[in-house]
């Protein structure tokens, strides 16, 4: 049915990407042309914002036609001598600066765009998946008479399941998770502008200038790193062992959840314990765990009056363990529900899946360790879990 509308053709999308490129780079000319305002430096805030919405609306390649169009229209209008395709070359370096800025705006809006889509694709399709996935996980359960081939599928269920948990609740990160992508990109835009400036002084500080790229390099890669970690636990596949540092992992779920707790008033605090020796794991399986932690440490202080203070500590145990508590002030453990939270299928939240703390004990078990509750003084709840270091000899 969706066929039968001209405009949700793949064709004719892709020319409104274009067309969308077109009109914004025209109207970002039009407007600095514009007699009224008639501006007498290079508009760049203007020629970067339309290559931002090409890409945001269209993609890659409509991002990269609204950088070509723009630069053309920089060196032709505003690049001595003006009407001109050929610039002096004293004016080149401001060229290349501006092209670059383009390009590193451009991909990073685009960036920012795919990992949304591919965010907003997975959650429209998880409450299925996730029935789907405990009504398998039920049945299996029931094959009382056939027990080794039951269990091995369950494990099987139970990985897939982890992974769907861990997509569930990045949905319903996306606000949090896009907000962080976003300041590495308003900074390298602002960072962007201020080469310029320098750049379009009388005597350009070309050392300045080479400062601020340097800087936009830098937010670059930060926006670029925080995507790739987001797509890291997406990632489906094998149990991967390796040499994993828990306080590298601390510091990583830190930057992915800051927005969240920040949104809700909660300081995020550490207690890392220097020299601690690497456990063997699966890093993706480990974040997880702690991500669920640390989640529902902030989902428990949200409501909460008073100080809310999310306390992450690290240190290692006389007997060859490593031990990490994830600590919150909130309205802690019922002692009715004490010993059911880490129950399969067993919430206290109105939209829960009532897995998250049951994966986790699972995945934890699986490397050899243990997860357990306790309450916290004066309020709140501590949940802790082991890894043994044991094995980092061997491995």
């Not at 993609?59 to 001598?81: C, H, R, V």
């Not at 909660?266 to 207690?271: F, H, P």
Request: charged residues 20%; proline residues 4%; neutral net charge.
């Amino acid at each position: 049915m969706s066929m039968s509308n001209p405009l949700l053709w793949p064709k004719a999308r892709v020319i409104w990407g274009y067309g969308i490129a077109l009109l914004s780079v025209y109207t970002a000319l039009l407007i600095s042309r514009w007699p009224p305002v008639r501006l007498e430096t290079a508009p760049v805030s203007l020629f970067l914002g339309a290559i931002m919405l090409s890409a945001w609306f269209g993609g890659l390649g409509p991002g990269l036609l609204a950088t070509a169009l723009s630069s053309l229209a920089f060196d032709y209008y505003f690049l001595p001598p003006i009407y001109s395709l050929v610039a002096k070359p004293g004016e080149i370096p401001r060229l290349v600066i501006f092209t670059v800025s383009a390009l590193f705006v451009g991909s990073l809006s685009a960036a920012q765009r795919s990992a949304t889509e591919s965010l907003r694709r997975a959650r429209d399709d998880l409450r299925g998946t996730v029935k789907e996935l405990q009504k398998t996980n039920e049945a299996l359960h029931a094959e009382s008479l056939e027990r080794k081939h039951a269990e091995e599928a369950l494990r099987h269920a139970q990985g897939d399941l982890a992974r769907v948990s861990r997509i569930t609740t990045l949905g319903e990160l996306t606000a949090s998770l896009a907000h962080e992508v976003n300041q590495p990109i308003a900074a390298a835009v602002t960072n962007a502008n201020t080469c310029l400036r320098w750049l379009t002084r009388e005597h350009p500080d070309l050392e300045e200038a080479r400062e601020a790229a340097s800087r936009i390099v830098k937010d670059a890669t930060r926006a670029a790193e925080i995507v790739g970690r987001t797509r890291l636990l997406f990632k489906k596949g094998t149990a991967q062992r390796e040499l994993v540092s828990l306080n590298e992992m601390v510091r990583e779920m830190i930057v992915l959840l800051r927005g969240e707790a920040t949104r809700h008033k909660i300081l995020i605090a550490t207690d890392l314990a220097t020299g601690l020796p690497q456990v063997m794991g699966d890093r993706v399986l480990l974040q997880q765990v702690l991500m669920n932690l640390m989640l529902n440490g902030i989902e428990a202080m949200k409501d909460v009056d008073g100080k809310r203070e999310l306390l992450i500590k690290s240190q290692q145990t006389e007997n060859e363990e490593v031990i990490v508590s994830v600590s919150d002030t909130g309205v802690g453990l019922p002692a009715q529900q004490a010993d059911q939270i880490f129950k399969a299928f067993f919430t206290t939240k109105p939209q829960g899946t009532g897995m998250g703390l049951s994966i986790s004990r699972s995945i934890v078990e699986a490397h050899g360790g243990r997860l357990w509750a306790d309450g916290n003084s004066p309020r709140g709840a501590s949940f802790c879990f082991t890894l043994s270091t044991k094995s980092e000899e061997h491995g």
